[in-house]
């Protein structure tokens, strides 16, 4: 079992910066691959950014290539969410979650590929 629980939401204007984290529990978090997704007001959960347990692959949405950037720390049981340049269209709840396998069989990853979810951090970008 895994339990994920994410920080590091808040308000920022356009253009800033805002990294988010993700604690997960566990005693097998570094063999599983893990994501961030985020869920804008009345549109659906959509994919961020992703990697394999390993992190020799990585995979980002277009919208966010070149501002965002995936890490872990397994030593600290911690994924993080680098993200800078924010635009006001990435305001939206962003979820950590995880998956009970080494690596997502598609790319891009989809939610219905996770096994396990944080509660959420809301992400707000102001224009």
């Known amino acids: 079992q895994v339990q994920l629980v994410e920080s590091g939401g808040g308000l920022v204007q356009a253009g800033g910066s805002l990294r988010l984290s993700c604690a997960a529990s566990g005693r097998t978090f570094s063999s599983y691959a893990m994501g961030w997704f985020r869920q804008a007001p009345g549109k659906e959960r959509a994919f961020v950014a992703a990697f394999s347990w390993s992190g020799s692959s990585t995979y980002y949405a277009d919208s966010v290539k070149g501002r965002f950037t995936i890490s872990r720390d397994n030593a600290k049981n911690t994924v993080y969410l680098q993200m800078n340049s924010l635009k006001p269209e990435d305001t939206a709840v962003y979820y950590c979650?995880?998956?009970?396998?080494?690596?997502?069989?598609?790319?891009?990853?989809?939610?219905?590929?996770?096994?396990?979810w944080g509660q959420g951090t809301q992400v707000t970008v102001s224009s």
């Open positions: 979650a995880a998956t009970s396998s080494s690596y997502y069989r598609r790319v891009p990853p989809q939610p219905a590929d996770n096994d396990y």
